[in-house]
C-alpha cells in the first residue's frame, strides 16, 4: 500500500514538473518572438509610445523627427556627454561598467555604466525601475541591447534614441526639448543648445537647460568642447557613413 502511494506521488510530481517547464518552455518562445518581431517593426516604424511615457504623472509631449532632421551637433553632444565609444562598442562599455562598479563599490549615490544602446532598450522595450525591479530590468534590457545592435545598427539606434529620450518633464525627444526650451527645431540647434541639453539627460527632471548653473552649466559647457572633438576625430562615423 505504501509502494502504491509513493509510485502514486511520484508520478503526479513528474507530471506537475513536466506541465510546469511546458508552460515555461511556452512562456520563453513567446517572448523571444514577441521581442524580435518587435525590434524588427521597430526597425522601420517609430515605436509609437513607451512604458516611461504611459507612466509619466505630468503627461508627456514627443514629436518623432527622423536623423536628417535633426542637427549634427546633438549627435555629437550626446556621444561626447553619454557614450563616447557609441560607434566602436557592441552595446555594451565594459570598461564603463567595471568603473561604475567600483564607485557603487564605495557607497553612496549608485551610478549606471550604460550605453546609448543600453538606455535606447531601456527606454523603449522596459521601465526605469527601482530597487530589485531595476536588477530584473537589467537582465531583460541586455537581451534587447544585443537586438537592436543586431538588428537595427547604429544609426537607427541613436535616431530612436533622440527620439524617445526624456529631456524634460513631459518631454520626450530632442525635437519637443528643442521647442520648449528654444522655441525652434531640432534641426537648428547650435552646438550649445544641444550640449545643454545633453547635460540635463541624465536627470531631465531637475536639470533645467536653459538659465542652466553649477554643475549643469560646467558641464555643457565640456560636452559643447568635446563635441568638437567627436566631429573631427569621426567618432560619429557609425551614424553618417
Request: glycine content about 10%.
Amino acid at each position: 500500500m505504501v509502494s502504491i502511494f509513493k509510485r502514486s506521488t511520484s508520478r503526479s510530481e513528474r507530471g506537475f514538473a513536466y506541465r510546469l517547464g511546458w508552460w515555461i518552455g511556452r512562456a520563453i518562445v513567446w517572448f523571444l518572438a514577441i521581442s524580435v518581431g518587435l525590434t524588427i517593426v521597430y526597425r522601420f516604424v517609430p515605436p509609437p509610445v513607451t512604458l516611461t511615457m504611459l507612466l509619466d504623472p505630468n503627461g508627456f509631449e514627443k514629436d518623432w523627427e527622423p536623423l536628417s532632421r535633426i542637427d549634427r551637433d546633438m549627435v555629437a553632444a550626446v556621444i561626447a556627454g553619454e557614450d563616447g565609444k557609441f560607434c566602436t562598442h557592441n552595446g555594451f562599455d565594459r570598461a564603463a561598467i567595471e568603473q561604475a562598479m567600483e564607485r557603487n563599490a564605495k557607497g553612496g549615490r549608485i551610478r549606471g555604466g550604460s550605453t546609448i544602446s543600453q538606455q535606447t532598450a531601456k527606454n523603449v522595450f522596459l521601465w526605469q525601475g527601482t530597487g530589485w525591479t531595476r536588477y530584473l530590468r537589467k537582465g531583460f534590457e541586455t537581451w534587447f541591447t544585443f537586438l537592436i545592435e543586431t538588428i537595427w545598427g547604429k544609426r537607427r539606434i541613436m535616431e530612436v534614441y533622440l527620439n524617445v529620450a526624456e529631456t524634460g518633464i513631459g518631454t520626450y525627444g530632442v525635437e519637443a526639448g528643442a521647442q520648449r526650451y528654444y522655441r525652434h527645431s531640432a534641426a537648428k540647434l547650435s552646438p550649445v543648445e544641444a550640449a545643454r541639453i545633453a547635460a540635463a539627460l541624465p536627470s531631465p527632471k531637475r536639470r533645467a537647460v536653459t538659465n542652466a548653473t553649477g554643475f549643469t552649466r560646467r558641464h555643457g559647457n565640456t560636452i559643447a568642447r568635446r563635441s568638437g572633438v567627436v566631429r573631427n576625430s569621426a567618432f560619429d562615423s557609425c551614424v553618417y557613413d
